[in-house]
């Protein structure tokens, strides 16, 4: 199986920064994108930002600008690096990554369990 861990998250004041991290494991063939999502209470999941297997990344307009999202493809990481955060960016952040393992031989999204990011005013 595969075993998507986040880290990182954490209670910052308005204007702070955090970076957050996220590690894939286990019978891994191949990563195409990894990815971070967010979910406030109430409302569905948003897509953050995402990273493709060939340097592409991608940012939600929301936090374009103030996230950068880095990935390692030898490691089978990514990091979302958040600056000027906002009561908005508030959430639990989800890591996700799209592979094909051997179990699975077909592209999969995994999920991680999410970090708490808390932005106060």
């Known amino acids: 199986q595969v075993q998507v861990v986040e880290s990182g998250g954490g209670l910052v004041q308005s204007g702070g920064s955090l970076r957050l991290s996220c590690a894939a494991s286990?019978?891994?063939?191949?990563?195409?994108?990894m990815g971070w999502y967010r979910q406030t209470p109430g409302k569905q999941r948003e897509w953050v930002a995402t990273?493709?297997?060939?340097?592409?990344?991608d940012y939600a307009d929301s936090v374009k600008g103030r996230f950068i999202i880095v990935r390692d493809n030898a490691k089978n990481t990514v990091s979302l690096q958040m600056t000027s955060l906002k009561p908005e960016d508030t959430g639990v952040y989800y890591c996700?990554?799209?592979?094909?393992?051997?179990?699975?031989?077909?592209?999969?999204?995994?999920w991680g369990q999410g970090t708490q990011v808390t932005v106060s005013s």
């Open positions: 996700k990554a799209r592979a094909v393992s051997t179990v699975r031989r077909y592209e999969y999204d995994y």
């Open positions: 286990g019978s891994i063939l191949s990563i195409n994108i």
């Open positions: 990273a493709a297997r060939g340097d592409s990344t």
